[in-house]
């Protein structure tokens, strides 16, 4: 799993990370107060004193998100190619990019996606993370999230994806733009069968994938002080000379705005995610609709990598 | 007006030896200068030809954003009759950058619905350059489902620079117009037809281009993002839009030969600003043959077959597939 | 039919209507111009010095949109009641009011509707007046805008309603207000076969029509000038003491914000809508599709009056 | 806190005295004071229910606007389990005049949506004192349309002064937000029960209150408009109000008479505000019943039923039917 502290000094403005401090301590990315690594940790990367969300890996998601051991990776092997073979002039190519993004973040792409229960809820659980190429959407983190919808339709789990985006992949061209169109479509298929769709956004969710399925969801939930938005904050100012307002395109923006239905902490939001599948499933999963813990099924046969997180 | 692109230049040149030379015959009908313009208009075609068959990525970028390329009004009214303009997203505002309604072609009521970025500066600024706000994509969203409500199939025309990227625009939810957009026209169950007319960036093209049929004119662009945006990723530097241009694969012959979309229109010689209404009357035929085709196709299969053929696009490798092409249309 | 001059001096500020001038000529209520009464009644009443359009009788309307004597009214024996008892301490009553506005106006409603044919097309049209009760929406008018969508769903007709009112008729109560429910629902139900509804807006519309019928077209005109809204400007004045800038509330205001898909002169009406009811009726009605005229059908048995107007 | 009506004050001076008798009797407990409390006990509720059963129209506008009178979130809570509040239209901004979420009734999940005024000054503001915006309507809109998706009956409770009358509500299309929502409950294929529980005037009451079933509470009142603003258009003059009130058949037993609502909660005696959980536990009840017995009802035939329910509400004469009564419910 990759380094927890390994986003170095000094801190790049606009950076929601964190700093490695040797061994035992981390400082807070937006209060700079000194924690204790275990305890942060333990508190999913909240800070206690400002409350500020670090970002958060894979892993991590799955920790906060999933009952142990629950976490069954699905399409592990999906691998990126390079369909324009993009190769700017005087600039790294893609195939470089590629090769150099997964040994520096140890991911071999920027989206997870499989089964697990949620307080015993059978759900398909898909994960942007920013670590590898900026969480950006091409046609690996597409057809990735398109596969959990199709997991959810077949196997009748609530889907719930976690957006962490800087957009679509330029390096993919079209092929990028088009994972948008694809994963919307997957989402609305998705909800033609009235299984409830979850969207969690969190820091930062912008372009492609602001303008595909993470917008889509039944209910939109975004972590504290996130980033939400269409075109980025350096784009808005550079196109427009607009210079943003504080707390333009934050979460609590979004909200004000009517863009979200609620900014749920993290510690708060297993719960309300529970709350709200068995809201949503009533009439067509009533024997969810209890906090038993439900079984999950097994034995789907293109599972490709089955890892327990904690 | 006359708008002439630095690589026209050596074809422009002919052309003024010619109009001269016209004009002499005109005055003076000897056998020689006859002979003359000619010759000069067939260089002048040749070349001309010549040119527009060696586009660099770059070039066909300006001919896509030609001055007098026709834009989606000159569609809407040369290529449609009875084209009635509805305005207004019955919630915030009436977007100029995107127009749309219901028009016929060859006498088929269909929703024409396309962005259109304006000619004079007034009429750009008005149009903000056709750079749509989110009442443009909730107007066009609103159409959708009045064509499918009226059975009417769907022809979208894609002409912008991308999405407006200001602060009322965040603070209306762009993203989520742009979503519920694509969502709506993957499940619309009347036939849509989209056509790249000129320049289509990014979301902002696609959310109205989602459909059946994917068609670009000959020298138009689709792209993840304007050369100079990709250019600012990539090199953080818009100066290097026209290295963006090649490395992107953004024009017709690129995107076909990827698989990404279903068919080139061809331009007149010299692009559509050479000739509008050849170009207007090429797109609709091109146009109604489609929709008729579509037409035969029960709406339960036309959105399995449209999901099936987005679903599709995509390439990654796989340990347990074979390796996939890019987009298997 | 109604005087079309009875309004009479001094002009009350918001009166859209025009003044008597002895005999041959009236004068504009906007431009204050002179006009030789016939031809200002040939252009509809539209001023041609500054293109006002001063209300039209529900006689006008028909003129101007249907073809000549294809005009069936239906129903128009209908007749209010008193269903509260409504009798304000010191003012008149209700009935009273009912009895005076009869006399006044000549008619017996604020609303007609029936069959006609536009441009050969077969039509179901409903026409509201200020000029009785300022046009408020009550039980009458409600059942005729319920009836006019049934009369379209019955003889798969186009649906046209021409509104001007100043929105739900006070003494009628919860009656009144409850018509705002019956006439969405019947637009709804209309709408459910795929026809189409063409809404005109005219001035003013106002209150619970705006907010119920009349903004349900499937495509909603508006005339030039027209008050269009749902609290009127008097009331948002006292309420928010917010004063108007101008031009507000106008049909040009609406169309600014999205709300009106067109505003279209009177001469342009006919014309426009002949051509929206062909390009939507194509899948439903492809032998309307052409500009022969068709034939009205005719024998429903509960016709009440039927009257060419001219 | 605690609020006195003006015509409660009968019954408030036998509470002082009752206060002051328990004191007495706290320190000193005699039996003659043990039994002078228990006859001002019987007293204080004879008074409070000889008043409260001879309320005059006007008096009930006071108890219906009475600052204690449960309120929208007091429901959510005390009414619901599970409620989790939903925000935003997506369109334009949050209107916190209108709360809105899914929340279970006897487990039953159900889509809850309702106007809330606020209490304190601060809070009403921010609520725009119960007035909802054209976004609080849109938000009920969408929370409508997900109720459907997921098959869950949808209560409403209305509490408000009508809908917001600003210039920014017109520029927003106010009587568009208002109209789509009575549309769409018209056809909405799940149970839906409304219930005024205070002030529920106009169509900005009207458009969350479509359904089913149409309760009110015994105290509340339903008008055409408030009383001030009718008092406004017949007197001129909105200090009429009570007179208005008198006229317009706004109370729960007039328009239960009229046929035009359904049923009356009873409310405890003193009104809702004086026993808060009495009134929340008796809506309770009421709502799971009236949604147990809705959802035996087919969804074709629900939409056919709540058609058929509007459609008969009205009073007119017509020559070749007899005269019709008001409302036929
Ligand atoms: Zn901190
Ligand atoms: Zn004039």
Redesign the interface.
Known sequence: MRNLFRRALPKVAGDAGQEAVPDLWVRCGRCREMLYAREWAEASKVCPKCGFHARLTIGDRVALLLDPNSWQEL?A?????D??G??????PSYAEKLATESLDSGQSEAAAYGRGTLDGLPVSLAILDMGYFAGTLG??V??KI?RAFELGIAERRAVIVVSASGG???????????????T??????F??D?L?FISILTDPTL??V???????G??IIAEPGAVI???GPR??E???G?K??PG??TAE?Q????????VVARRDQKA?IA??I???????HPAQ?STAPASTPHGEP?V?ATAGVQ | MSVVLDFERPAAEIRTKLDATEKQYAANPTPELDAQRIDLRRDFANRTQAIYRALSPWQTVQVARHPLRPQTMDYAIGMCTDFVEFHGDRVFGDDRAIVGGPARIDGRPVMLVGQHRGRETRERVERNFGSPHPEGYRKAHRLFELAEKFAMPVVTLMDTPGASPGLGDEERGQGWALAANLATLATLRVPVVCVVIGEGNSGGALAIGVGDRFLMLEHSIFSVASPEAAASIVWKDAKFAPQAADALKLTAPDLLRLKLIDRIVSEPVGGAHADPSAMIATLRSTVAGEIARLETVPADRLVSDRYEKYRRLGSWFESSRPATPVGSV
């Open positions: 399409d092997d999906l691998r990126p190619t369909p324009l993009f190769a700017p002039a005087g600039r046609s690996v597409g057809e398109a679509a992949r330029q390096q993919e061209g079209v092929v990028a733009l088009i994972q948008m169109a694809k919307a479509a997957a989402a609305q298929a909800g033609a009235r409830p372009g492609g602001t303008a595909s399925f993470a917008t889509l039944d209910c938005g269409f075109a784009i808005i550079q196109t427009t607009e943003l307002p333009a395109q923006f909200l004000r705005h009517g863009m979200v239905d609620q309300m709350r709200l068995r809201l949503f499933s009533y009439s067509t609709d293109r490709v």
